[in-house]
């Protein structure tokens, strides 16, 4: 079975450029993640997606970030305008469901704003 | 709120050395609790995990035991191996509450033959 898969695995850009990172959950999933891990933290969540509802999105900046999940299936998460703080690792992670509470994660996205 | 806080790290060991790496937590509801481990290059991976106090997890020779009393969570091993160099989290989940894992900061640790 395949696991949680994201891409691109690195991205470099120049401050104030958008960015986009997709993130494909486990097949039967419904319970999407997505986490900031900034350089040695703990990840930290940024907004989980029920089905393609954003159930909890109170730590997403929304200023500057938004998620999408159209089909409840596959993700994507943007930033627009990028700034050197959202140098990170970003990572997707799935659940079966909220009663299952193992999280399955992704290798993660590792961006850097120049 | 609900916090992790584990030992900081970096911990190097010789092989076949005992490991222990601590883990308290504070936690508004009764959490569950986890172990994740990522290997360099690598995603988190659930280690091994306990719902409710003095459930043992334990996996690949590494064991926790939920400690309600001490609200402590302690990760051990035996004999470490090269292959258990990785960084550890310590994580809680507050089910029917925030439903979010919240984690510790990490503790690196490097394994020497």
């Known amino acids: 079975e395949a696991g949680v898969v994201q891409s691109p695995r690195y991205k470099i850009i120049e401050k104030k450029q958008p960015v986009a990172f997709w993130c494909n959950p486990i097949s039967g999933h419904n319970t999407l993640y997505w986490y900031l891990q900034n350089l040695g933290q703990g990840p930290e969540v940024l907004i989980r997606?029920?089905?393609?509802?954003?159930?909890?999105d109170s730590q997403l900046p929304k200023d500057r970030f938004s998620a999408e999940r159209l089909k409840g299936v596959d993700s994507t998460l943007k930033i627009q305008p990028a700034e050197l703080g959202d140098s990170a690792v970003y990572l997707c992670a799935s659940s079966l469901n909220l009663a299952n509470n193992e999280q399955f994660f992704g290798p993660g996205t590792r961006l850097t704003v120049l | 709120g609900d916090s992790v806080t584990q030992m900081e790290g970096p911990v190097t060991l010789s092989e076949e050395a005992f490991l222990t790496i601590n883990c308290t937590y504070t936690?508004?509801?009764?959490?569950?609790l986890f172990w994740y481990v990522q290997y360099p290059g690598e995603g988190l991976q659930l280690l091994l995990k306990?719902?409710?106090?003095?459930d043992k997890g334990s996996n690949k020779g590494f064991e926790a035991t939920y400690r309600k009393e001490t609200t402590s969570f302690h990760l051990e091993k035996g004999s470490v191996q090269v292959s258990d160099s990785a960084v550890y989290f310590c994580?809680?989940?507050?089910?029917?509450?925030?439903?979010?894992?919240?984690f510790g900061k990490g503790t690196k640790l490097t394994v020497n033959p």
């Open positions: 994580a809680l989940i507050i089910q029917g509450g925030s439903e979010k894992l919240v």
């Open positions: 306990a719902t409710k106090a003095d």
């Open positions: 997606y029920e089905n393609e509802e954003a159930v909890d």
């Open positions: 936690a508004t509801g009764y959490p569950s």
